[in-house]
């Protein structure tokens, strides 16, 4: 039950990216990834992964100056999966 969980923060997270809710939505990706480190690279019915959606997200707060999301995440991620964090920020 929990990797369906952690997909369907992931999930959320996308949905919140579409609607413009940066800090929304990088709490839910980072969520979901810490919570099942694996589901980074499922990939959803669109063909998209976890991952992606959390680079676009890093990306997104890049753009729009939003360094408290993108510490909010690092802070989240670099402990709870490394790997992926280290891979996002590549």
């Not at 990834?33 to 980074?40: E, F, H, K, Q």
């Not at 063909?47 to 990306?59: C, D, E, N, S, V």
Request: charged fraction near 25%.
């Amino acid at each position: 039950a929990g990797w369906y969980a952690a997909l369907a923060a992931c999930g959320r997270a996308r949905v919140l990216l579409d609607l413009g809710d940066l800090a929304a939505a990088g709490s839910s990706i980072a969520q979901g990834i810490a919570r099942a480190p694996a589901v980074a690279e499922q990939e959803d019915g669109l063909g998209r992964t976890p991952l992606f959606t959390l680079k676009q997200i890093l990306a997104r707060c890049r753009a729009d100056d939003r360094a408290d999301v993108r510490d909010a995440i690092e802070r989240d991620l670099a402990a709870a999966a490394p790997d992926v964090w280290a891979r996002a920020t590549q």
